[in-house]
């Protein structure tokens, strides 16, 4: 399979390219970060081991893609691309930003 190959993680080698091709993908992806995580690890992450156990020496392997990944998705939806797809995600989203706004100074 062609997402298996060496050529196709070279060419999509920024965080930014890897997780809107999960996006595009894969809808699911778009509602879960875990969900997001499991396929970039699956795609991108060169790992040999069964997900989701992680050996704790490989974990160094993804401490980036979990920390952007997320944020990468975060953007593409701020500007309307890849919306969630699951109305209670998308309210249970909507709620947490809503209270974390209320309660910053602003």
Not at 17 to 27: A, F, M, N, S, Y
Not at 31 to 52: A, E, H
Not at 96 to 106: L, Q, T, V
Request: glycine residues 4%.
């Amino acid at each position: 399979m062609f997402e298996d190959s060496e050529a196709f993680r070279e060419e999509l080698k920024h965080a930014r390219d890897q997780t809107e091709h999960i996006l595009k993908l894969h809808p699911s992806a778009r509602n879960s970060d875990t969900i997001l995580y499991l396929y970039w690890l699956r795609y991108f992450g060169k790992l040999d081991v069964i997900i989701p156990y992680i050996p704790p020496q490989d974990v160094h392997r993804i401490e980036t893609a979990i920390s952007t990944i997320p944020r990468v998705r975060r953007k593409f939806q701020e500007k309307g691309l890849y919306p969630c797809t699951d109305p209670e995600v998308e309210a249970r989203r909507n709620g947490r930003e809503k209270s974390f706004r209320k309660h910053m100074p602003g």
